[in-house]
């Protein structure tokens, strides 16, 4: 069987993207789709050249087995997502798959927010300005494919299936540090 949008699919995957079953891109969508009917066949052919096709409740992304540096780099990169939840929890508790967000909400609520205004002070602390903060949230979080632009004239975002990989090493983390509490030693 001929395996169809290979490239299109590498192209999102290798760069550290997330393809989301609950995506607003139709393509993306599709691709998902692509994956989860043939998902074996799709992980043989990319493990080919070294990545390995791993799925999670409802999105797909690449995994690689790498050498002790990178894998701290990703430790890093790890600590700033837990930073971002921890983020995006404290504007609204509900923030998940499904989630819609205008632009100029979570800003506004920023400015009066004391707590949500430290935390993204300590995220991204080169931001001189609330705007500055957002905007840099909100393009890492789209190119990462966690979020999705709804419209252009409010400025509004979905909170793709891919979410769910932040949420889910979070709570495998928090999960490890309870059974390593209780744990007798």
Do not use: C, W
């Amino acid at each position: 069987m001929m395996l169809k949008n290979t490239k299109e699919i590498f192209e999102i995957l290798s760069r550290g993207g997330f393809i989301s079953h609950n995506s607003t891109d139709e393509r993306r969508r599709r691709y998902y789709d692509l994956l989860e009917e043939d998902e074996q066949q799709y992980a043989e052919y990319y493990s080919g050249i070294g990545f390995i096709l791993e799925g999670g409740n409802g999105y797909y992304y690449f995994s690689r087995s790498e050498p002790r540096q990178v894998v701290q780099d990703k430790v890093e990169r790890l600590a700033e997502f837990i930073d971002i939840v921890e983020f995006l929890k404290t504007y609204d508790p509900t923030f998940g798959v499904g989630y819609e967000f205008i632009r100029s909400d979570l800003q506004a609520r920023m400015a009066s927010d004391i707590e949500l205004r430290e935390k993204a002070e300590r995220l991204y602390r080169d931001k001189h300005n609330h705007q500055e903060i957002v905007d840099k949230l909100i393009d890492r979080m789209r190119n990462l494919g966690f979020i999705e632009l709804l419209s252009e004239v409010d400025a509004s975002y979905r909170v793709t299936s891919a979410f769910n990989y932040i949420e889910e090493l979070i709570n495998m983390i928090s999960v490890a540090e309870e059974v390593k509490d209780e744990i007798p030693e």
